[in-house]
Structures are given as structure tokens and as C-alpha cells.
């Protein structure tokens, strides 16, 4: 079974306003990864965050952990129509990189 | 330093072919993971190889699917006999540690197209 779920499964935003994706997950982890994938393209890597972190940044990005509700989210700011894509997160699991996906988060901005 | 490469970019095989599909992993990274992705879903973990060793296959079909990452030379995921079902995106990442602290870098992927 999946371990992470996103939530919502489409969201669609006018440009310059907020995102926000959530991704529950189910076992113990020792990180949680945020990708991006464009539609038909590979998947490029947003942020990761360990299991002691809280909060994290990067440039218009601001993704949460809360390891005791197992979830997080993902906070994308000021949004452009050039975010529109698929968002995925992933955890960890066994030791080693072995990532297990969510079904992900369609994000469509509208210019 | 070039990031993961895959190739080919897209497959078309028949039903009944076999399909091999190849992973460069960046450099100095020995660890390949191979996922799946059918349309409109999530990725799939297929399997984990080291140099010469598969360290997790616990995602891979059991039967018509094998993997490789020799000692020399890109990994290789093959399919035999391929159905339309197996027609997915099939994508490589690579990593340099064995620990979950690091990101692994994934390719472009394969789009596989079983006719």
C-alpha cells in the first residue's frame, strides 16, 4: 500500500496566491522528500526534510513535518503559472533510500 | 558531472518483445533504484541494486521482470515478453550513501509504449 497519500488530489490557484499540499504517511521515518514533476517529465527534487526538523525553507518553498501526526506539507508562495505540475511526496523507509511515493497533488496556476 | 541518464527516452516494443531499458547512474553514486509509473499515479518502487548485488526486488513483478547493475556498465531493467499493461514510465535514481539522508537523484525516465 502506498505510504504516503496527498491531499488534495488537484488544486487549482489564479497566479500569485498560495499552495498548500499535504502528505500523511503511515510508518516511522527518517526523512520526507518533496518532488515536482512536470507533466510527462522526470521528477525533480524540491526539499527534504529529516525527522527532527520541523519546518524547513527554500526560496518560495516552506514545507512542515509533524512527526507525531505523520504528516507534512508543502507551502508554495506567490505561485506562478510555471508551478503548475504534479507534486509528490516521499518517504523513506528501511535504512536506505528506498523512497515510497504518494499518488501526488495536481497543481494547475492560472495566469 | 552529468545527472542520472536514461535511455532510451521513449520505447515502443510489440507484445511479446523484450525491453531493455538502461540507467547511468551520476558519478560515484552506487546505488540505483528503479520505479514504475502508470499513467495518472504515484511511483512505484521496483527494486534497489547495489554494484553487483540486488539489495530489494520486493517491488518487482516475479516473473518476465529482472534487473542488473553490473560491475561495469549502466543497470539494466528487462522485460520479457512485454504485455500492454507493462506500458508505464520507467524511471532510475541514483544515490551516492546506503543511509535515507541523502536525496536520490532521479533520471528523465523511459516511457514505455507496448503495442
Known amino acids: 500500500s502506498q505510504q504516503g497519500e496527498e491531499d488534495p488530489q488537484a488544486l487549482s490557484i489564479q497566479e500569485g496566491e498560495n499552495a498548500t499540499m499535504n502528505c500523511s504517511y503511515k510508518?516511522?521515518?527518517?526523512?520526507l522528500q518533496w518532488y515536482r514533476q512536470n507533466s510527462g517529465r522526470g521528477l525533480v527534487h524540491l526539499i527534504l526534510?529529516?525527522?527532527?526538523?520541523r519546518e524547513k525553507h527554500s526560496g518560495r518553498l516552506r514545507v512542515t513535518l509533524d512527526t507525531s501526526k505523520k504528516s507534512s506539507s508543502l507551502l508554495i508562495t506567490a505561485s506562478r503559472a510555471a508551478d503548475t505540475a504534479s507534486y509528490f511526496c516521499?518517504?523513506?523507509?528501511?535504512?536506505?533510500?528506498?523512497?515510497?511515493f504518494g499518488t501526488g497533488t495536481k497543481l494547475q496556476v492560472i495566469p | 558531472n552529468a545527472g542520472v541518464m536514461q535511455n532510451p527516452r521513449h520505447l515502443v516494443r510489440r507484445r511479446g518483445q523484450e525491453a531493455r531499458l538502461r540507467c547511468s547512474p551520476m558519478?560515484?553514486?552506487?546505488?540505483v533504484y528503479w520505479y514504475r509509473q502508470l499513467p495518472e499515479e504515484g511511483l512505484k518502487f521496483m527494486v534497489y541494486?547495489?554494484?553487483?548485488?540486488?539489495?530489494?526486488e520486493s517491488g518487482m513483478p516475479k516473473e518476465r521482470f529482472s534487473a542488473e547493475f553490473p560491475k561495469e556498465g549502466p543497470s539494466i531493467l528487462r522485460i520479457q515478453q512485454v504485455v500492454r499493461g507493462d506500458s508505464a514510465a520507467y524511471f532510475c535514481?541514483?544515490?551516492?550513501?546506503?543511509?535515507?539522508?541523502?536525496?536520490?537523484?532521479f533520471g528523465q525516465g523511459t516511457r514505455l509504449t507496448v503495442v
Open positions: 510508518t516511522s521515518i527518517n526523512n
Open positions: 558519478k560515484g553514486h552506487s546505488h
Open positions: 535514481a541514483s544515490s551516492p550513501l546506503r543511509d535515507g539522508n541523502t536525496e536520490a537523484f
Open positions: 516521499a518517504t523513506d523507509g528501511g535504512g536506505y533510500q528506498k523512497v515510497t
Open positions: 541494486l547495489q554494484k553487483e548485488n540486488i539489495i530489494d
Open positions: 526534510i529529516r525527522s527532527n526538523e
